[in-house]
């Protein structure tokens, strides 16, 4: 049996997202900067520790995110796991991935594109449902990078930069 104490608190979640048995979960501030599908996360239920596999992960904002579980397949099952907090093993939290797509925090940090050097500060992430998008500030405009493999090359935590490869004409609008 897992114990608290061996998890990290991913977030709590809040209610169900849409009709679809989504879940839209608050995130704790110092959640993990990637969740992988194949890692169960365990689901407070009853004082235990309850292991469910997601089949559905992404950030609305940086501080929520909407997923669905196996097995939970109706609203209703999803309604029942409202209030409940989500935890992941300690062992296993995820490692940064390439283009971190799954980022938790990086508002304030420096935006580098590969041709345009500097290009402004990030934002907040704006929650377009299979679309997540970055919001840059360039220039006293705002601008809404899209967060694909493609485009984010990489996150430096320790400069706290990101690097992007952003589509010709994004900043020129």
């Given at each position: ?10 977030g709590?979640?809040?209610?169900p ?8 979960v ?8 990637v ?27 940086s ?5 669905g ?14 209030g ?9 939290p995820?490692?940064q991935?390439?283009a ?22 990030a ?18 405009r705002e ?6 493999d ?24």
């Open positions: 049996m897992i114990r608290k104490d061996d998890c990290i608190k991913l709590v979640i809040s209610k997202h849409g009709t679809k048995a989504l879940l839209l608050r995130l704790e501030p110092n959640a993990p900067n969740i992988k599908n194949k890692e169960p996360v365990f689901i407070e239920i009853d004082g235990l520790l309850v292991p469910f596999f997601m089949d559905t992960f992404y950030l609305n904002n501080e929520t995110a909407i997923t579980f196996e097995g939970v397949t109706s609203a209703t099952k999803a309604k029942s796991f409202a409940a907090a989500v935890y992941i093993t300690a062992r296993h995820g490692k991935k390439k971190g797509i799954n980022r938790i925090p990086v508002k304030g940090y420096r935006v580098m594109d590969a041709r345009l050097g500097y290009v402004g500060l934002g907040s992430m704006v929650g377009v449902a299979a679309n997540p998008l970055l919001e840059v500030e360039h220039n006293g601008y809404l990078v899209p967060l694909h493609d485009i984010i090359l990489a996150i430096d935590d320790s400069k706290g930069e990101i690097h992007i490869n952003a589509p010709d004409g994004l900043f020129d609008l």
